[in-house]
């Protein structure tokens, strides 16, 4: 079985971040998101992965390389255009055809096994497999329809109440799949729908099961989306401490600290992860708070926040809650009320006059 991870996406809904790089790397519990999709495949046993991309193919094959890091084979397909979830598959036939295999979308962090999932569908004798989760507003998802125990529709994002079994972002196909997309037509929105392929094999009579996982999942679409997920995670949050912490400093029990870290004259609460190679002096570091390798926090009280790799907070003057701080940025003293939240770029500068 063979693993797909559709990253062809251009994130505008995470800018600033995404200006200088993939959605997909942005760090959630100081751990970027498509990592995390390659070991749920790893541990499932499916070691053969292709990811489709789109225009920043380099930064893909750069970060992810041949995939030996994990253990696994990762090889690439172009997606030129932005052209929807079904072309993202469509363009992977070369790859896949005659296999079945997992689709998992880039953007997605699914707590549910894959392996799970893949057990699902090979005993129900299913074509097509969906993984669903029971939601409070369906307004937000499409809605998968179920009657008796079946599939019978599919509703992307319904004004009115039509179910609430919302589809989260983790599929199990065979190349059935590739025939109904040739027959789909664009979406009002220009693009080649998987829930509309889905429904051709439903009209085809062949076998579409689902799955209803009660474990946590989120898609990381919007900057809220990254935060809430690296809270979540880090709720999780088992202890390793291995940098270097001053007796004058305070650190709670589930802290990760790594290696080259220094803590001098700090509070560092639970649910806190900390780099390598990071400084940290006379700051406190709240509850569901990331920082990144080789960042310096100096005087200042961050809470709920990620701050990533290479950044500078120094005296900043107030609490910085609810805040992402992209690579390389700095955050120096300024006039600010007493909390702040900020949503920063890479590279960007906010000092003081």
């Known amino acids: 079985m063979k693993g797909l991870i559709l990253c062809g996406g251009k994130g505008t ?19 970027p998101v498509i990592y995390y999709i390659i070991e749920s495949l790893k541990r499932a046993g499916i070691e053969d992965i292709c990811v489709v991309v789109g225009d920043r193919e380099e930064e ?20 030129h255009a932005p052209l929807g979830l079904a072309h993202g ?37 299913a074509r097509s497999t969906i993984l669903l989760s029971r939601v409070e507003d369906p307004r937000r998802f499409g809605i998968a329809l179920i009657d008796n125990g079946k599939i019978t529709g599919l509703v992307e994002k319904p004004k009115e109440p039509v179910g609430n079994h919302a589809i989260v972002g983790m599929y199990v196909f ?3 799949i590739f025939d109904v997309i040739d027959r789909i037509k664009p979406s009002p929105r220009g693009e080649l729908e998987l829930t509309d392929a889905i429904m051709e094999l439903i009209r085809d009579g062949l076998p579409v099961s689902y799955l209803i996982t009660k474990g946590w999942w989120s898609d990381v679409g919007r900057p809220k989306d990254l935060l809430r997920a690296n809270r979540r995670i880090l709720a999780d949050l088992v202890g390793d401490v291995k940098g ?3 007796a ?10 790594g290696e080259g870290t220094v803590v001098v004259d700090s509070v560092i609460e639970d649910f806190v992860t900390i780099g390598s190679n990071v400084v940290l002096k006379e700051c406190r570091i709240g509850s569901y708070t990331s920082v990144g390798d080789g960042s310096s926090v100096m005087g200042t009280d961050i809470r709920n926040s990620i701050i990533m790799e290479d950044c500078v907070l120094e005296n900043v003057g107030c609490a910085v809650d609810m805040s992402i701080i992209g690579q390389g940025s700095a955050v120096k003293k300024n006039k600010y009320p007493d909390r702040i939240s900020l949503w920063i770029g890479r590279d960007s500068k906010i000092y003081g006059v």
Not at 112 to 124: F, G, K, S
Not at 248 to 257: R, Y
């Open 13 to 31: 809904r995470l800018r600033p971040f995404t200006f200088t790089g993939a959605k997909h790397f942005l760090p959630v519990a100081n751990k």
């Open 174 to 176: 065979d190349s059935s």
């Open 60 to 79: 893909f094959q750069h970060r992810l390389g041949d995939g030996s890091s994990w253990g696994v084979s990762i090889s690439y397909i172009r997606q």
């Open 248 to 257: 004058n400093s305070t650190v709670g029990k589930k802290v990760v600290i």
């Open 244 to 246: 270097h912490v001053d």
């Open 89 to 125: 598959v469509k363009v992977s036939e070369h790859h896949l055809k005659g296999e079945t295999f997992v689709i998992i979308l880039g953007d997605n962090l699914i707590m549910h096994p894959v392996e799970d999932l893949v057990r699902h569908h090979m005993d129900t004798g």
